[in-house]
T-cell receptor, first 112, second 112 residues
Framework: KAGVTQTPRYLIKTRGQQVTLSCSPI?????VSWYQQTPGQGLQFLFE???????NKGNFPGRFSGRQFSNSRSEMNVSTLELGDSALYLC???????????FGSGTRLTVV | KNEVEQSPQNLTAQEGEFITINCSYS?????LHWLQQHPGGGIVSLFM???GKKKHGRLIATINIQEKHSSLHITASHPRDSAVYIC??????????????FGQGTILTVHP
C-alpha cells in the first residue's frame, strides 16, 4: 500500500514569501500530524488534524497554519517566511493516537 | 532540560557488536516510540511500546514504566544500521493528540 507522500521534496523561498506544503496520508488514516526538524531545535511538533479538525497545536507562531481536507490530505502553510523557518518539515499519519505513526520523506525548505 | 533524554549522543561500533541506546523520560506516558532516520531525512518507525519488550529481527526494544526508561538494542550490528535513532513519547490525555515529544537522537555509525 502507498506510504505517506509529501510534496514537494525540496523548496527554496525568499524571506517574506509564503509557502504551502502537502501531505497525503496512508489510505484510511484520518490523523495527520506535522513536525519541524532543525539542527538547533531537533524535532518539534507543529499541529495535528483528525477528520478535518485541528486537535492539537504546538508552540509555534501564528504564521504557521494548516488544514485537512475531507480525503484526509493535509496542507501546512507558512506565511511571511523568515530565515529561521529553513528546516525539514515532516508529516506523519496514523489511524489514531493509540496506533503507531508512518512518516513521510519530508519537505526540505530553504529560506534565502 | 529536555523532557526526553537519550544516551549516548554519538555511538561508534564495529560490525557485529551488540549496541544499546538508552532513553529516559520525566513524566508518565501512554506510549514510547523508537524511530530511525537515515541521511536524507525520512523517518521509519521501529517500535511503539507501552510495556514490556518487543523484537523485530535484530532489534529489541524494552521499557520499564516504573523507572521511566527504555532501551533499544541492536544485535550483530551491520554498517546498514548506521543512522540516527530517536526516542519519542506520547503523553496521556487529550492534549497528546498527534504530539510526539522527541529526544535529541543518537547518531550510530557502524564500521565494517
Amino acid at each position: 500500500k502507498a506510504g505517506v507522500t509529501q510534496t514537494p521534496r525540496y523548496l527554496i523561498k525568499t524571506r517574506g514569501q509564503q509557502v504551502t506544503l502537502s501531505c497525503s496520508p496512508i489510505s484510511g488514516h484520518r490523523s495527520v500530524s506535522w513536525y519541524q526538524q532543525t539542527p538547533g531545535q531537533g524535532l518539534q511538533f507543529l499541529f495535528e488534524y483528525f477528520s478535518e479538525t485541528q486537535r492539537n497545536k504546538g508552540n509555534f507562531p501564528g504564521r504557521f497554519s494548516g488544514r485537512q481536507f475531507s480525503n484526509s490530505r493535509s496542507e501546512m502553510n507558512v506565511s511571511t517566511l523568515e530565515l529561521g523557518d529553513s528546516a525539514l518539515y515532516l508529516c506523519a499519519s496514523s489511524l489514531d493516537i493509540h496506533y503507531g505513526y508512518t512518516f513521510g520523506s519530508g519537505t526540505r525548505l530553504t529560506v534565502v | 532540560k529536555n523532557e526526553v533524554e537519550q544516551s549516548p549522543q554519538n555511538l561508534t561500533a564495529q560490525e557485529g557488536e551488540f549496541i544499546t541506546i538508552n532513553c529516559s523520560y520525566s513524566v508518565g506516558i501512554s506510549a514510547l516510540h523508537w524511530l530511525q532516520q537515515h541521511p536524507g531525512g525520512g523517518i521509519v518507525s521501529l517500535f511503539m511500546l507501552s510495556s514490556g519488550k518487543k523484537k523485530h529481527g535484530r532489534l529489541i526494544a524494552t521499557i520499564n514504566i516504573q523507572e521511566k526508561h527504555s532501551s533499544l538494542h541492536i544485535t550483530a550490528s551491520h554498517p546498514r544500521d548506521s543512522a540516527v535513532y530517536i526516542c519519542a513519547v506520547t503523553y496521556a490525555g487529550g492534549t497528546s493528540y498527534g504530539k510526539l515529544t522527541f529526544g535529541q537522537g543518537t547518531i550510530l555509525t557502524v564500521h565494517p
